[in-house]
Every structure is written in C-alpha cells, then in structure tokens.
C-alpha cells in the first residue's frame, strides 16, 4: 500500500509497488507515477514519470542526496527516506516542493 495527495491509485506486483497520482499547486491535474523496485540483496530501484515520460530513474544507493531529473527544462529531485518498511518520498520542482508520498515495501 501507499499513500499519496490527490486521487491516488496503488499498484503491487512481487518486489514492485508504484503510486499514481496528480501533482497539486501549480502543477495541478499533471499525472505523476513513482514504483519502488525491491529484489533480495539489491537497493531499491526508484522510477519516476511526470505526464506519461520517464524522468527520473536510480537506486537506492546512489540516492543518498536524492536523484535528479529534468522536465521541460525544471530540475527534479527525488528524496525517499527509510522508515522500517515504508519509504518517505519527497519531489521537489525547481527546489520547490512539489509532491510526496509514503510507499510501502513489497513483502
């Protein structure tokens, strides 16, 4: 399960889970889908789209800072936390935030 602002959709399949939801402010109505990928002995693999494109993709390693990504010419950033079994996730256009999510890990 994970949970997300605005009209949010959960999907989970064996070692993935993706949000789907919209961005709010003034992003507002712009789709925006995260998956968690998880795999014994692996970091989790992050993958992020913004209007049906992917933007953002990299694992749980090389995120310490976050990942980054581009949209239309907007810096992305993708910060997601470690919290037992769930993950805080935080988008950020611009330096600005822009959407968050807690995503929990796949059994």
């Known amino acids: 399960m994970a949970l997300a602002a605005g009209a949010l959709a ?5 070692g ?11 992003l507002a109505d712009t789709p925006v889908r995260l998956c968690m990928e998880t795999a014994d002995g692996r970091a989790a693999r992050y993958t992020l789209w913004l209007a049906h494109v992917q933007r953002i993709d990299g694992d749980q390693t090389s995120h ?3 990942l980054q990504g581009d949209w239309h010419g907007h810096a992305l950033h993708l ?11 935080a988008l ?7 959407w968050r999510a807690v995503v929990e ?3």
């Open 10 to 14: 959960v999907t989970a399949q064996a």
């Open 16 to 26: 993935t889970v993706c949000v789907e939801d919209t961005l709010p402010g003034r």
């Open 64 to 66: 310490g800072e976050g």
């Open 79 to 89: 910060r997601c936390t470690d919290t037992d079994t769930v993950r805080h996730c």
């Open 92 to 98: 950020t256009v611009d330096g600005e935030p822009a």
């Open 105 to 107: 890990v796949p059994p």
